[in-house]
């Protein structure tokens, strides 16, 4: 039973995703004040949590982090996010700092 039949109102639904929002959010604030590395991180860790959070909720509490079956998208999730944080960490230099 998905939450609509259940009548459930509200934010509760969108909470997992508005969570990897935020973070992707407050990731790209820091890429705009020049905190590059620091928001690419951010990026790489939101997609890491959206990973967690896919394999610990059921596919009708996630919304619109559910793209394809749990295995495929939590490994795609932390497969990115993990090669996001690693670049971020072995960047050195570069145009925006």
């Avoid at 394809?68 to 050195?92: F, H, K």
Wanted: charged residues 15%; glycine residues 12%.
């Amino acid at each position: 039973m998905s939450w609509r039949e259940r009548g459930v109102r509200g934010s509760a639904p969108y909470a997992p995703f508005l969570v990897v929002v935020g973070l992707v959010a407050i990731g790209l604030v820091q890429i705009a004040l020049y905190y590059w590395r620091q928001g690419t991180g951010m990026v790489g860790i939101a997609l890491l949590v959206a990973a967690v959070i896919r394999l610990a909720l059921s596919d009708d509490r996630v919304w619109l982090l559910a793209i394809r079956s749990r295995p495929v998208d939590a490994l795609t999730y932390a497969g990115l996010g993990l090669l996001i944080v690693v670049v971020a960490l072995t960047i050195e230099g570069g145009p925006l700092g």
